[in-house]
């Protein structure tokens, strides 16, 4: 399977009592599918997939099936410590519909994970799912990064499809583009380094700006690929703002109120998060609407201006 593309790691909705809304869910997944997203991740950082148990993964997996059209790619995250209860997560997403599985590094034990471990742990992973495997690194909130001789190793398994890289070292990202193989996937996570990462080679990105700007994020990689890079450059300049805003300046709450200023239902954090106060709610706000302003319309997609 190759993977390429734009796709949403998307936020879980709960309700005021910290349990699933799955009504909202189900609304949230019918906008973003009116979009032009290549498909979405369920339960990846973004979807809070640690403060989540294994039967509401599974409740969460099986609505965002019904919702997706055959076309779009419902990727769910399955990451766990050890790699007995990572497999079994794997087993469970595709059996609840997931088309792949984003499995996050184990981290708890930093010091016994070397390169070595991680490969007996994502080959034992990709041997034993139904699915292909994207690898997942996100150093700022693991604590552990990859080592390139252990994706080097794994690029090459058959049920590997491909890496999340998370930060926004591109030397790293260009160091994985460079050892990739032909169909190994490297996708990136940073949307303020979105057009850099796609100039290196990036195949695309799972990007959380993209759960709000979609059709944005989805533009910037049809103008990087047409080789209209000065327009691609500028789009990125305007939606850097907004993605650090939403991103490394206030989290998954930050997320979560841009989505409820669009008209999703973001519902509170589950704690032990907080909501964004009322001050960043209106900063998130101004952001959005600043946005909506000044970037290229989406109106060009609608009236079928072919980017060439």
């Known amino acids: 399977m190759t993977i390429s593309g734009v796709y949403a790691p998307v936020p879980t909705p709960f309700d005021d009592d910290g349990e699933l809304d799955l009504v909202a869910w189900r609304g949230n997944l019918t906008r973003w599918m009116r979009t032009p997203l290549d498909g979405l991740v369920v339960l990846g950082s973004n979807g809070e997939a640690p403060l989540v148990d294994d039967d509401e993964a599974e409740r969460l997996i099986n609505v965002a099936r019904e919702q997706l059209p055959s076309d779009r790619l419902l990727i769910a995250g399955t990451g766990r410590q050890a790699t007995k209860n990572t497999i079994k997560a794997c087993r469970r997403a595709a059996g609840a519909g997931a088309d792949l599985v984003l499995v996050r590094t184990p981290s708890f034990f930093k010091g016994q994970l070397t390169t070595a471990a991680f490969i007996r742990h994502y080959t034992a992973v990709a041997d034993a799912c139904p699915v292909p495997v994207l690898l997942y690194n996100f150093s700022a909130l693991t604590g552990v990064t990859l080592p390139l001789e252990a994706v080097a190793t794994l690029s090459i398994h058959g049920n590997i499809a491909g890496f999340k890289e998370s ?10 583009v460079g050892l990739a193989p032909e169909g190994f996937a490297v996708l990136v996570g940073s949307a303020p380094t979105f057009f850099t990462s796609l100039m290196l080679g990036a195949a695309g990105g799972i990007l959380a700006l993209a759960c709000v700007a979609p059709e944005e994020c989805v533009r910037l990689y049809e103008l990087v690929h047409a080789g209209r890079y000065d327009e691609a450059r500028v789009l990125q300049g305007q939606l850097t703002p907004l993605a650090k805003l939403i991103t490394s300046a206030h989290g998954i709450p930050g997320l979560k109120a841009a989505l409820a200023h669009l008209g999703y239902v973001g519902g509170p954090p589950r704690a032990p998060f907080e909501p964004v106060g009322a001050e960043v709610s209106s900063d998130i706000a101004r952001q959005l609407d600043r946005l909506a302003a000044v970037a290229p319309s989406v109106s060009d997609r609608a009236a079928g201006v072919a980017l060439e």
Request: charged share 20%.
């Open 167 to 176: 930060g926004p070292d591109m030397s790293y990202v260009g160091d994985l």
